[in-house]
């Protein structure tokens, strides 16, 4: 007798034949079209993207000259895979650690669902670094197992190389600052940015109005409109011959930057702002907190000098505030703080919409950097990133997989390997551990939570 199930048209053999035709490139002769095949070849083989769960995080801290100590962690899978992700330098890796409990057992191919699970136990400045480094490494995750870079995951790139800026030494003597920004040029930087703030005047009478007496903790912790702290016409005239000295140096072909004007009154910074506009500044940073949006605003009106800020804020809502406002010129967003890669990238796309340009605040490893590089790729309105580390030695050695040196004549070639595009270089990493940590050992003590009321509202 015939078997005329083979020929009945029901829903499983139709289905069959539907998923035949898809692998067939969809119609014709039953070969994969060139795109279909690239799909199959382009997932990781050895991983099963559905049955893929998060088993273990651990971690290691890197000390390094410049800003420091920074942690490093590693996100492992039941199939092998794992990813790598950074904590805001000078922060601590419990900030990290402490959402492990959160997280294991979970898919972490689900980066944006992660995120919001994490989202609230990060904050301002450091307090971000854990929720930012967990995000970075499901991200490397992400693109090992399906053989992409980070940044075609966030729609592809617009640029094949990231301008880097960087800053120099301080020097008392106006030409000593310019001869090592002048420095800067000759290694190939195109942007080159200054620390020029009050404390260069303290050794000059009059050049600084400031009340006796003041704590260190008044000097460096409370906010600049109530330091009662002001810059006189003499110290203006001073802080100019710095400048003066810089531009002259470097000349007025590349962007010069700002940052560390000291916590000064907003008349002093709109005295400076005017006071810098022949030469012409990229911005000036961080010139008051940036939560005051209002005084911000003002200054930003007030000055010629294009205003900045950014480095420590988390909440997406806050940076659209100064975008929408217009209460800065410019934005600049520590992606180890703001939110990790794909929030970085959703602040860029939404500056843009108001006409806010996008540099980008950075001070760490080359883990940290490459998560920076991909999101700069993939974000139309970046300017440049910062590099604090263009005077460590050994920087550069922590990893392997990318084109070296890093940092080629200003720019930094955007990777096309999977993920984050690098892995640890263990010998170098080791060198340069913090005394007193080991290098990813085992983290039972964090496997469990030691909170379970984690819902933001009721």
């Given at each position: ?81 794992y990813g790598l992700g950074e904590v805001r330098d000078v922060a601590n890796y419990q900030y990290a650690m402490v959402l492990k409990s959160r997280i294991l057992g979970e898919n972490p191919l ?215 406002t217009h209460a800065v010129d410019k934005i600049h967003p520590d992606l180890a703080t703001s939110g990790g890669i794909l929030r970085t990238h959703k602040i860029g796309d939404m500056a843009f919409?108001y006409g806010v340009p996008m540099a980008m605040h950075f001070a760490g490893t080359p883990v940290s950097c490459m998560a920076n590089v991909h999101c700069a790729a993939a974000t139309r309105n ?77």
């Amino acid at each position: 007798m015939a078997n005329y199930n083979r020929f009945t048209p029901t829903r499983r053999n139709m289905l069959k034949s539907t998923m035949a035709l898809f692998a067939g490139g969809l119609l014709g002769n039953g070969v994969p079209s060139a795109e279909a095949q690239s799909s199959i070849q382009n997932v990781n083989k050895n991983s099963s993207p559905s049955a893929l769960k998060i088993t273990d995080m651990r971690y290691t801290v890197v000390v390094k000259p410049g800003p420091s100590p920074c942690p490093i962690i590693r996100i492992d899978t039941n199939q092998g895979v794992y990813g790598l992700g950074e904590v805001r330098d000078v922060a601590n890796y419990q900030y990290a650690m402490v959402l492990k409990s959160r997280i294991l057992g979970e898919n972490p191919l689900n980066v944006d669902f992660l995120f919001e699970k994490l989202a609230q136990f990060g904050g301002i400045s450091r307090q971000a670094g854990g929720v930012c480094a967990v995000e970075m490494a499901l991200w490397d995750i992400a693109g090992k197992v399906y053989n992409c870079p980070v940044y075609q995951m966030l729609g592809g790139k617009w640029r094949d190389e990231i301008r880097i800026y960087a800053d120099t030494t301080e020097s008392e003597d106006p030409k000593v600052y310019a001869q090592r920004a002048k420095e800067r040029k000759e290694m190939g930087l195109t942007w080159i940015k200054m620390d020029l703030g009050i404390d260069t005047l303290e050794n000059i009478p009059g050049a600084v109005m400031m009340p006796s007496g003041m704590s260190k903790w008044e000097m460096s912790s409370q906010p600049h409109p109530f330091t009662g702290i002001e810059v006189t016409e003499k110290g203006v005239d001073r802080l100019c011959e710095y400048v003066s000295a810089v531009r002259e140096a470097i000349g007025y072909d590349m962007p010069l930057s700002m940052d560390h004007l000291g916590h000064i009154g907003v008349k002093s910074v709109i005295r400076l702002g005017r006071a810098y506009e022949k030469f012409n500044l990229e911005w000036i940073e961080d010139v008051i907190p940036w939560y005051y949006t209002d005084l911000l605003k003002e200054i930003t009106d007030a000055s010629p000098t294009p205003t900045l800020t950014g480095e420590d804020i988390y909440e997406f809502a806050d940076f659209e505030k100064l975008c929408s406002t217009h209460a800065v010129d410019k934005i600049h967003p520590d992606l180890a703080t703001s939110g990790g890669i794909l929030r970085t990238h959703k602040i860029g796309d939404m500056a843009f919409k108001y006409g806010v340009p996008m540099a980008m605040h950075f001070a760490g490893t080359p883990v940290s950097c490459m998560a920076n590089v991909h999101c700069a790729a993939a974000t139309r309105n970046f300017l440049a990133l910062e590099n604090h580390s263009l005077d460590v030695p050994f920087w550069q050695d922590l990893i392997h997989g990318i084109e070296k040196p890093i940092v080629q004549k200003g720019y930094i070639k955007v990777p096309d390997s999977p993920g984050l595009g690098v892995t640890l270089n263990d010998d170098e990493m080791k060198r340069h551990i913090k005394p007193g940590v080991g290098y990813f050992e085992p983290t039972p003590m964090w496997d469990e939570k030691q909170s379970f009321a984690d819902a933001a509202f009721s």
